[in-house]
T-cell receptor
Framework: DAGVIQSPRHEVTEMGQEVTLRCKPI?????LFWYRQTMMRGLELLIY????????DSGMPEDRFSAKMPNASFSTLKIQPSEPRDSAVYFC????????????FGSGTRLTVV | AQRVTQPEKLLSVFKGAPVELKCNYS??????LFWYVQYSRQRLQLLLR??SRESIKGFTADLNKGETSFHLKKPFAQEEDSAMYYC???????????FGGGTRLMVKP
């Protein structure tokens, strides 16, 4: 089991550019979560999916952020246009139908917008 | 609504000293609680689940329903325990975790 796989690990982009972050959940996990982590705000839930359907996107900061899950093995988080304040570590996590195991997190994407 | 509170943002102890990371929760019903650990620049990893009553890396956590607490304890801290620790609680619907603000543990030599 390779765990939750995120790409890229690091991304440096210029303000105004489009950024796409990718996540492959663990096979058989039917929930997928996107989090943002910063020193100032800690860990923030952006959006989560259940069976590829977005359930709660109330944490998405604004219209510049969008997330998709076209199938059970892939999700993207897109920022367009990016701004310096979007600089953060973005984590993807997945969990199986049962709750006992909690979440499994990916290694994160460290985004720097200059 | 459920809430998880970790009152200490930073906890600093010397190697070999006991450690207690506090976690308080508000929840109606039977809570399902977890502790996650994040070492420097790494992903969050599951450390403990209250349901399994296990001890991992010398850490234990006991659910106290009367005090609505789930404090994480270790009798003798090690330098490699330095990390961010997050307490988390499943919501009423049981589909997502509510995380506390985290506590940074620093173990000094």
């Amino acid at each position: 089991d390779a765990g939750v796989i995120q790409s890229p690990r690091h991304e440096v982009t210029e303000m105004g550019q489009e950024v796409t972050l990718r996540c492959k959940p663990i096979s058989g996990h039917d929930y997928l979560f996107w989090y943002r982590q910063t020193m100032m705000r800690g860990l923030e839930l952006l959006i989560y999916f259940n069976n590829n359907v977005p359930i709660d996107d109330s944490g998405m900061p604004e219209d510049r952020f969008s997330a998709k899950m076209p199938n059970a093995s892939f999700s993207t988080l897109k920022i367009q246009p990016s701004e310096p304040r979007d600089s953060a570590v973005y984590f993807c996590a997945s969990r199986p139908p049962g709750r006992a195991q909690g979440y499994t997190f990916g290694s994160g994407t460290r985004l720097t917008v200059v | 609504a459920q809430r998880v509170t970790q009152p200490e943002k930073l906890l600093s102890v010397f190697k070999g000293a006991p450690v207690e990371l506090k976690c308080n929760y508000s929840y109606s019903g039977s809570p399902e609680l977890f502790w996650y650990v994040q070492y420097s620049r790494q992903r969050l990893q599951l450390l403990l689940r209250h349901i399994s009553r296990e001890s991992i890396k010398g850490f234990t956590a006991d659910l106290n329903k009367g005090e609505t607490s789930f404090h994480l304890k270790k009798p003798f801290a090690q330098e490699e325990d330095s990390a961010m620790y997050y307490c988390a609680l499943f919501n009423n619907a049981g589909n997502m975790l509510t995380f506390g603000g985290g506590t940074r543990l620093m173990v000094k030599p």
